[in-house]
């Protein structure tokens, strides 16, 4: 089991930066792919960027694409969130996951299904304000 833990959460103004980052415990062999998820009061928890660790391979929802960039640093265990011109629609808990999802090729069609993840963060809030 690996333990994720986010920080980097906060409230700023419309237009605004954050960069969120999740501590994993120890790496997973099992774990080939890490995302950050996102869930607002009543809504859907929502997949917002993935990297797929065996590829090195990015992934963004529509919605973020051009203003968030995920990546890891495989050497500290962290995975990573630069959110830019952040607008009040991103306000939500921010979680960090992951999980396994084989085979590759189904990566781009599959990384935003929350079943492929097996591990979850506690979350970080972050507020947008307009």
């Known amino acids: 089991q690996v333990t994720l833990v986010e920080s980097g959460g906060g409230s700023v103004q419309a237009g605004g930066s954050l960069r969120l980052s999740c501590v994993a415990s120890?790496?997973?062999?099992?774990?080939?792919?890490m995302a950050w998820f996102r869930q607002a009061p009543g809504e859907e928890r929502e997949a917002v960027a993935a990297?797929?660790?065996?590829?090195?391979?990015?992934y963004y929802a529509d919605s973020v694409k051009g203003r968030f960039t995920i990546s890891l640093d495989n050497a500290k265990n962290t995975l990573y969130l630069q959110m830019n011109s952040l607008k009040p629609e991103d306000t939500a808990m921010y979680y960090c996951?992951?999980?396994?999802?084989?085979?590759?090729?189904?990566?781009?069609?599959?990384?935003?299904?929350?079943?492929?993840?097996?591990?979850w963060g506690q979350g970080t809030q972050v507020t947008v304000s307009s």
């Open positions: 996951a992951a999980g396994h999802l084989e085979p590759p090729w189904l990566v781009s069609t599959q990384w935003t299904s929350k079943t492929k993840y097996n591990n």
């Open positions: 120890r790496y997973s062999f099992s774990s080939n792919i």
């Open positions: 990297f797929y660790i065996a590829g090195g391979i990015t």
